[in-house]
């Protein structure tokens, strides 16, 4: 397949090399670094026949695809968020045209250890640590759109497998490093701390079922207490495959709203 990568950052080169990896040809996007094939989406022939990858700053993210809906793109992987404000969002799937896919990049519901938790019964409450070791959030985003948007699609994940739906959110405490997030969901209470102050990344998971506690920790992401070691995939390679056959994980609005009540209390605070 012919996969045009729009933003040579961080993770766009990372997704570069995983669809070379996977044999697929590359032609990449960005009008700031000099190694990109071309510098704008416009320099491309048979647009609409290609599958776009967006990888560029989130402020960037409504206009290139209003441009790619435009052009009749039939196939957009947009990196998290769709868009930095639920405004955005719900615009660009307003806009949207009836064939075409569009997928969010939640990498981490691809990863096999939260695919077991979700698997998890009787759940009663749910913490989440999501720690950062302090490298700085693009100027663009704050804390809750570069950080707290991995947990909160954990959250949502792990609350629609359980056919729940969030009641209360409360954030009693949050500046530009550290937000606390806490929220009932019917028989279910949760707890969320996100920081970019740590030493090292790290995540953990602690899921308090009627019979038991399910605990997850990156520092040792294949295995779960109580149900033991999970087979090992990679999360982005899963995302592409997922992408590459048009399965959406089905719920991007319910997180895109979830992340917006966060964000304004978060706002609220600074």
């Not at 080169?13 to 990449?28: A, D």
């Not at 307003?94 to 939260?114: A, E, R």
């Not at 704050?142 to 699609?153: K, M, Q």
Request: hydrophobic share 40%; charged share 25%; aromatic share 10%.
């Amino acid at each position: 397949m012919n996969c045009v990568v729009i933003g040579l950052g961080y993770f766009g080169n990372i997704l570069k090399s995983k669809l070379e990896n996977l044999e697929h040809r590359v032609i990449t996007i960005d009008p700031y670094n000099e190694t990109a094939d071309f510098k704008n989406i416009d320099d491309i022939t048979a647009i609409e026949e290609n599958w776009y990858f967006i990888t560029t700053p989130a402020s960037t993210h409504h206009s290139i695809l209003i441009k790619l809906f435009s052009k009749g793109v039939k196939n957009i992987w947009v990196e998290k968020p769709i868009c930095p404000s639920l405004e955005d969002t719900l615009d660009i799937f307003s806009k949207k045209p009836d064939d075409t896919f569009l997928y969010c990049d939640f990498t981490w519901l691809q990863h096999n250890s939260i695919k077991n938790l979700g698997n998890c019964k009787g759940i009663k409450h749910i913490e989440m640590k999501w720690l950062n070791n302090g490298t700085m959030i693009p100027s663009d985003v704050n804390i809750v759109e570069d950080l707290a948007v991995h947990p909160i699609s954990i959250l949502m994940f792990l609350l629609m497998k359980s056919k729940k739906s969030i009641h209360a959110i409360d954030v009693p405490y949050a500046n530009e490093k550290s937000v606390l997030i806490n929220g009932k969901c019917d028989d279910i209470s949760f707890n969320i701390e996100v920081s970019n102050t740590s030493m090292k990344k790290s995540r953990s998971i602690s899921l308090y079922c009627k019979d038991d506690v399910y605990r997850w920790s990156s520092d040792d992401e294949y295995f779960i207490e109580n149900i033991g070691i999970v087979e090992k995939t990679d999360a982005i390679e899963m995302n592409i495959h997922h992408f590459m056959s048009r399965n959406s994980i089905g719920y991007p609005l319910d997180i895109a709203r979830t992340l917006e009540f966060v964000n304004k209390r978060f706002r609220a605070f600074n």
